[in-house]
């Protein structure tokens, strides 16, 4: 673990109890990935925190990113009760994977602690403000409890374009130029009725709902004999391609986020001129959880005559909206306040902001910011379609 590993190692060896223990560093510094990957997580002395949206917002040691391991931990072995009480600071994590860009093993604890969400989850000691969202997703198949509509209503084509939740209920514009800009890329889009992926399931350990979900979309995809499949969400896109690996859900066709797709095929669009000043935020899913980290910077050089600016937490080091894991059910005050310190990062120096989630996008403009999807920026940039 040379790198970032270093630092971990000098300061362990000043303990006194790694001097009378010199296993106990070995077992620490142990490449082998497996069930005491979350005891490793307790014993590190939790320098994550300083990168952890919760943790800089909320400041508590019980919702820091090793707090949390250890709380797992110690119900896992017995030395604390599995009660909802005990169990509610592991769900005040937005699964952003900020810890594990800086962990010296590349821990996400969010995947440490779920088996203990999985646990509570079969005992029934989940906090009460989650069951509402789990029972939308059994009775409608959608986050928002709302009926899943094919807004768009195009039966036939290669590339299946699946909108994702929050596109479909609130961003139905930017659904249709999401359409056209495949279309002018050289491709035949087409829609299906879909369903939600499963990953809010997923997240809060309710595994027997997300295969119930994950399984009906995945049928859904493959029974389409698309050849590509584009999404807006990059917590779908995320979600299909390594969530579902893990789980044996298979998905045919390749899967692209819209930024992935319109990035591969960009020099196939005429000049793109466009004259505004805006703001990246990276969303966590794509930047961290996909590994682009600097796609939206890449795709908006392709634009003349648009001023970008990039706030010092950007690509991999990126900043959490607020909105990720379910945090704003769980604790809707936490999650503001962290949508609002990022806010106040990114209009520091500009009054528009630019980012490719829409999650992350209603998450400012309910915070009072103006936010453009990267495609309604590169749908303008090709010249008035309208």
Sequence with gaps: MHGKWDWLKDELRGWKLLKASPILLRYLSGKVRGPDDLMKCALCPNMCRHACPVSIVDGKETTSPAGKARIALFIREGFLELSEENIEPLYICLSCNACSVWCPFGFSVADLIRPMKEEAMI???????????????????????????????????????????????????????????????????????????????????????????????????????????????????????????????????????????????????????????????????????????????????????????????????????????MLSVVDGDLSRRIGEDRLKELMEDCERIVTACPTCRKTFEDLGAEVLDIVDVIYAAMGDRS
């Design 123 to 325: 005992r029934g000691v989940i906090p009460k403000s989650i069951v509402s969202v789990l029972e939308n997703l059994k009775k409608y198949g959608d986050v928002y409890g709302k009926k899943p509509k094919n807004v768009l209503k195009k039966e036939k084509g290669e590339v299946l374009y699946l909108m994702g939740c929050t596109i479909m209920h609130y961003y139905p514009r930017t659904a249709e130029r999401t359409m056209a800009i495949i279309e002018a890329l050289g491709y035949n889009p087409f829609t299906i009725d879909e369903g939600c992926c499963g990953l809010p399931a997923y997240g809060v350990g309710d595994m027997s709902l997300f295969k119930e979900l994950a399984r009906k979309q995945a049928e859904r995809i493959n029974s389409s004999n698309a050849s590509l499949v584009v999404t807006s969400c990059p917590s779908c896109a995320y979600a299909y391609r390594v969530v579902y690996e893990k789980y044996g859900i298979k998905i045919n066709p390749r899967v692209l986020h819209i930024s992935e797709f319109i990035l591969e095929n960009i020099d196939r669009l005429p000049t793109l001129k466009l004259e505004d000043k805006l703001v990246v935020h990276d969303p966590c899913r794509l930047a961290i959880g996909l590994e682009r980290p600097d796609i939206i910077e890449n795709i908006l050089s392709k634009v003349q005559g648009l001023e970008v600016l990039v706030p010092r937490r950007h690509g991999k080091e990126t900043f959490c909206c607020g909105s990720g894991g």
